[in-house]
């Protein structure tokens, strides 16, 4: 294929357990690193397209990912930032070194220089009565449950287990982003974000941060605001 040359890192010939077919590795052509599509497995992507009688397959780690970008001059865009785009929405990005061991919003604020308070993070929430729902809080509190129960109309609300994460919104812990989940879930955030011109939360990768006016983004997303916090405890 145009479009893809084998990598002497990667372009190694693997067999398949699945298929017990042979493989091959490839990394994109510097330039159309855009043009990959991903799916989220752990802390890798996985791209996968069929080519007539070879199925090509790349992993690439996030942090290789921001290599790659810096090598070939693009820019990579994720799903969330896609869809302020197309929806005519300004945002600016903000990248930094994340920590597979400390994968916490106050990290991620501490790296991009901008106060706790301003990180929101996202959350996913199971109500008894309505299911799935979806809590964007600063990075600095903790989602009072029983608040949050209260404003979405259940009497019980428990957070989803990590390993629900990828399946019920296409990403995974340290880069969830209430932009583009898989799914569209009743959204909240706490009523503080509207006190700030901007505020930032996960582009939908580890180690990318999209800011933007909250307004903008409590539009976009049809959030409710709502008082859903309390005190980190130690």
Known sequence: SSDLIRSTAYGRSLMSTATMKPITLFLPEPGRITDLYYWTIDSLRLWRRSVPKVWTAVFVSERNVRNLKKVSGDTVKTNAMRQLEVAGISYRTASYEYDENNLSGLHA???????????????????????????????DMELDLKKAAAVSGNKKLEMTHVKELLGLTGYIRGGCSPIGMKKKYPTFIDETAILFDEIAVSAGMRGEQIILNPEDLIRFVEAKEADVTKEMQD
Do not use: M, N, S, Y
């Open 109 to 139: 604020a501490e790296q991009v220089g901008i106060p706790a308070e301003q990180v929101f993070k996202t959350l996913v929430t199971r109500g008894d009565k309505t299911g799935i729902l979806v809590f964007c809080i600063p990075v």
